[in-house]
């Protein structure tokens, strides 16, 4: 089976441009989870979905930040405007939930995002 | 709010010799599962092991084994016969309150080195 697939893999950009990353989760998996990574502060669980639907958006930073699920097998991360302090490594990430607990998520490589 | 807690930011070990990494957690759940998870230099999250919380034996896969308390809500990983390639950050996860919700915690990190 093939993994999370995110694109691009990198991207550089200037501030104030609109950046959007992507994501195909594995298929049959019904959670997709956006993560950023910093050294500053880890791993941070942005937003999630189940079913296409959004769950808990707590994490994203402001309003810059919005992510959509349109569909099971596709979903966006969109910043706009970019800033540099915005610069990280984006993880999506997908699991299936069985209902017994948790499953294991299984993480795409990831875009490392740099904001000039 | 609920944590993991990764107390080692660093490790070292010499190849072939045994090492541990501690986490501790605090969910409220009952049943649950617990996971550690490897990030190379290549920056993938790649799941190493995981333990089911109502499971009183340790989970092994191979070199790597765990040591699970589940009243100390202690969940260590130990590698054994270190190799070079074992050389990453490893991440604890945990799940937040109301697990099932497919939602994760992660620690901070242990970065650990291996020597020759």
């Known amino acids: 089976d093939a993994g999370v697939i995110q694109s691009p893999r990198h991207e550089v950009t200037e501030m104030g441009q609109e950046v959007t990353l992507r994501c195909k989760p594995i298929?049959?998996?019904?959670?997709l989870f956006w993560y950023r990574q910093t050294m500053m502060r880890g791993l941070e669980l942005l937003i999630y979905?189940?079913?296409?639907?959004?769950?808990?958006d707590s994490g994203m930073p402001e309003d810059r930040f919005s992510a959509k699920m349109p569909n099971a097998s596709f979903s966006t991360l969109k910043i706009q405007p970019s800033e540099p302090r915005d610069s990280a490594v984006y993880f999506c990430?997908?699991?299936?939930?069985?209902?017994?607990?948790?499953?294991?998520?299984?993480f795409g490589d990831g875009t490392r995002l740099s904001i000039l | 709010a609920q944590t993991v807690t990764q107390s080692q930011p660093e490790m070292s070990v010499q190849e072939a010799e045994t090492v541990t990494l501690s986490c501790t957690y605090d969910?409220?759940?009952?049943?649950?599962?617990l996971f550690w998870y490897k990030q190379p230099p290549s920056r993938q999250m790649i799941l190493v092991i995981r333990?089911?919380?109502?499971?009183?034996q340790n989970a092994t896969e191979n070199r790597f084994s765990v040591n699970f308390q589940k009243a100390a809500k202690s969940f260590s990983l130990k590698i054994s016969d270190s190799q070079l390639g074992d050389a990453a950050m490893y991440f604890c996860?945990?799940?937040?309150?109301?697990?099932?919700?497919?939602?994760?915690?992660f620690g901070k990190g242990t970065k650990l080195s291996v020597k020759p």
């Open positions: 990430a997908s699991s299936r939930n069985r209902g017994s607990g948790n499953q294991p998520q299984h």
């Open positions: 298929s049959g998996h019904d959670y």
């Open positions: 979905f189940n079913n296409n639907v959004p769950i808990d």
């Open positions: 969910t409220s759940e009952s049943d649950y599962y």
């Open positions: 333990q089911e919380a109502y499971k009183q």
């Open positions: 996860a945990s799940p937040t309150y109301g697990g099932s919700q497919g939602n994760l915690i």
